[in-house]
């Protein structure tokens, strides 16, 4: 499960997957993902087939954010990319490994690939380790579900199978949703975030009460790359969690 | 002769309302206050739904084919069921995936005192500076009135009554207001159910995709509490459930005049099992909506075969995609 989180760690240094090298500082990278993991979590994201730039002027594997219109670079500068990347990279410990990841921001300063600039290269990466660990269990895709801790539950994370976790709550991509909400994620990977938000029996915060929750669930009803979705609900929750000023109290849009 | 007029709407200012939908019950209310008591009576509006004007091409199933050009500023033609719905989904799956197509259907967001509103533009364009290089993408409401029996008694409405409606929160601050762009009349009854018919003659079974809430119980006057329909099974069938943990419920508000009724809801965009027999009717009804809030546009439910995979790319099998 180490590899899994070193794979494209290319990305990361700006390079496509061929002109990669094989160590990051002297920690082995680029190896494959087993399983086809990689592939399907990039089929979660990014549409099949030959790749085409989809925004113009942007050729760069810096992330354009899905909530301000920026790019990454731009907006978030981590002073030393080489070396924050080196400290989510070099940890040995896989569960360590994965929760380094959950709360990494390096790797959300980068795309999937150049020409779907508002993938994050992040959330790509814990999908995989999701879809893997999944596969290695045995578990086939179309026996997984999205789970969520619901906004009162205890937002654990378990090891490889937490795709998202913020200070409230967190998504789980896993076969075994236990007694939590979960909706399947369907026969097979497909950019179809949005198709499994939506049918969720219960979302992880409090969209009664607060119409800024609201909003970042009718966002993430529209959304269909499952890496662009789960970006999203890292940068809302930190931009823009609900405040009592927003407070209308329950059901505040007055419809 | 059954008639539903769509609207399409283009958004002529930021709008602060109402997050998922504009509610059939705001736009009633916009437009009551401009026609006369009898058409106020019978008139019913549906919920209006966001749709981003960008280029497309036509879904599966839409009787229709092919790149669209800019498929979200007019209104495509009617001729089967499934046509209905092309923009009545929140995920928008006409949009070409050769653009960034969850960026242009994802509201650009602004702040006002704290309230977080919806703009009516978003632009593209790097590097930001470079204004040649901008592009902008408008959003625009799609909805659709009808009478009371469903008969042509009211509709069409005349567009200089639909004009320059205002919708959802700080109106008097110039938000939420809307200009027609495109309206069609569109006969229920003449319409192609084949494939639901086909689904029906084969005993294949059914699914219902929830377009706007369902309401179960309400303050409001005209409201009784009611039971989820038993044509719905959620799906408890071990092998392949949609979801688990049964359906999401919510609780909003609804307001008339100066009251405000609490309302809980079955809410949107989950789906359940069918299981009448008569899909086709069924889906009829789903687009005049079902409940005792249909009137404000609750109750709109879509009907799809079960084999009907409606994510078009979770079929196609294969290889591809890896980088």
């Known amino acids: 499960m180490v590899a899994v989180y070193r794979h494209d760690v290319h990305k990361a240094r700006m390079r496509g997957h061929e002109h990669a090298e094989e160590t990051f500082r002297g920690v082995r990278v680029n190896e494959s993902v087993p399983f086809g993991a990689d592939r399907d979590a990039a089929l979660l994201s990014r549409p099949r087939g030959e790749p085409e730039q989809t925004v113009d002027a942007h050729e760069s594997w810096f992330r354009v954010s899905l909530l301000t219109g920026q790019v990454a670079s731009s907006v978030e500068p981590v002073s030393d990319i080489g070396g924050s990347l080196f400290k989510v990279v070099r940890i040995k410990d896989p569960a360590a490994l994965h929760a380094a990841w959950l709360h990494a921001t390096v790797p959300s300063l980068f795309s999937e690939s150049p020409y779907y600039p508002y993938t994050s290269l992040k959330y790509h990466t814990l999908l995989v380790a999701a879809l893997l660990d999944n596969y290695r269990a045995g578990v086939s895709f179309d026996e997984l579900f999205l789970a969520v801790t619901p906004s009162d539950g205890d937002p654990a994370v378990v090891p490889h199978r937490t795709v998202v976790s913020t200070s409230g709550f967190a998504l789980h991509v896993t076969s075994e949703p236990g007694d939590r909400p979960a909706a399947r994620l369907g026969s097979g990977p497909a950019r179809l975030f949005a198709d499994v938000w939506a049918r969720l029996p219960e979302v992880p915060f409090d969209v009664d009460g607060e119409r800024r929750w609201r909003v970042l669930d009718a966002q993430l009803r529209r959304v269909r790359s499952w890496s662009v979705a789960l970006q999203f609900i890292e940068e809302y929750s930190a931009a823009l969690a609900p405040s009592p000023l927003d407070g209308a109290g329950p059901g505040g849009d007055g419809v | ?323």
Request: net charge negative; charged share 25%.
């Open chain 2, 1 to 323: 002769m059954t008639r539903i007029q769509q609207v399409l709407f283009e958004f002529d200012g930021q709008y602060l309302g109402h997050p998922y939908f504009v509610t059939g019950n705001a736009l009633f209310n916009a437009v009551a206050r401009r026609v006369d008591a009898e058409t106020r009576r019978s008139l019913r509006v549906s919920h209006g739904v966001f749709v981003p004007g960008e280029y497309g091409e036509y879904p599966a199933g839409a009787s229709q084919d092919g790149y669209a050009g800019k498929l979200g500023q007019s209104l495509p033609d009617v001729e089967v069921y499934e046509d209905l719905f092309v923009f009545r989904d929140a995920a928008q799956r006409w949009l070409l995936d050769s653009r960034p197509r969850d960026a242009h259907n994802v509201h650009d967001l602004q702040l006002h005192g704290g309230r977080v509103a919806f703009d009516d533009t978003c632009w593209f364009g790097r590097p930001a500076g470079q204004r040649n290089r901008r592009r902008s993408v408008s959003w625009y409401l799609h909805c659709y009135l009808h009478s009371r029996q469903g008969d042509g008694s009211v509709v069409p409405v005349d567009e200089d009554v639909l004009d320059g409606l205002q919708v959802g929160g700080a109106r008097n601050y110039g938000f939420g207001e809307v200009s027609v762009v495109d309206t069609q009349i569109v006969d229920l009854d003449a319409l192609d159910f084949s494939r639901l018919k086909a689904a029906q003659a084969s005993g294949e079974s059914c699914r219902i995709e929830l377009v706007s809430p369902f309401v179960l119980e309400s303050e409001h006057p005209s409201g009784d509490a009611q039971d989820v329909p038993w044509w719905w099974r959620v799906d408890t069938d071990e092998l392949s459930p949609v979801s688990q943990g049964g359906l999401r419920r919510r609780a909003t508000r609804l307001v008339d005049g100066d009251e405000t009724y609490a309302v809980t809801t079955v809410d949107h965009g989950q789906v359940v099992q069918y299981a009448g027999d008569e899909p086709v009717e069924t889906a009829r009804n789903g687009v005049l909506r079902v409940g005792t809030h249909s009137r404000f546009g609750f109750g709109e439910f879509c009907v799809r075969p079960a084999s009907e995979d409606r994510v078009s790319e979770r079929r196609a099998a294969g290889a591809g995609g890896e980088v």
